[in-house]
């Protein structure tokens, strides 16, 4: 696997966001809740982190963005603070977020979360959660659409 170039770059990349995701909460002075610095380490991240960077590995520009994440200023590339705020209407009361969970719902999320990222690159903000969020939910109700239609 590692002979392949850009697999090797896609696993030096994610490496480089783990490393920036926890340093980002060793240099800082305020308590942060203890999952923060690990949250890259979430296997619904790192699956849906990988999706994306298979999708976009022959569109070096926004590859280049979706590997940038890891150089992120001002807060954690994954703006984990964010995450925790990301929820949708249908989400049961005891959802706490993007980031906590692991099933195919969370891993759709955080690949839109990711492509969008990658359209600007300027990481990962509160609008941009919301609005991945609400892509995924949308395409969600259109594929049930056309399941509905293909029944008659």
Do not use: C
């Amino acid at each position: 696997m590692w002979e392949d170039k850009g697999l090797r770059r896609a696993g030096e990349r994610f490496a480089a966001l783990i490393r920036a995701q926890r340093s980002a909460f060793a240099e800082e002075k305020r308590r942060a809740p203890p999952d923060f610095p690990d949250k890259a380490m979430n296997p619904a991240i790192l699956a849906s982190w990988a999706f994306v960077a298979g999708i976009l590995h022959n569109n070096e520009v926004r590859l280049k963005r979706h590997y940038g994440l890891a150089v992120t200023k001002g807060h954690d590339p994954l703006n984990a603070a964010a995450l925790v705020r990301g929820r949708h209407k249908t989400d049961p009361d005891n959802y706490r977020g993007l980031g906590y969970r692991t099933d195919a719902k969370e891993r759709g999320r955080f690949a839109e979360l990711f492509f969008l990222q990658t359209e600007k690159g300027e990481g990962i903000a509160k609008g941009i959660v919301d609005v991945a969020i609400a892509k995924y939910h949308a395409k969600q109700a259109a594929l049930e659409v056309e399941k509905l239609k293909a029944r008659d």
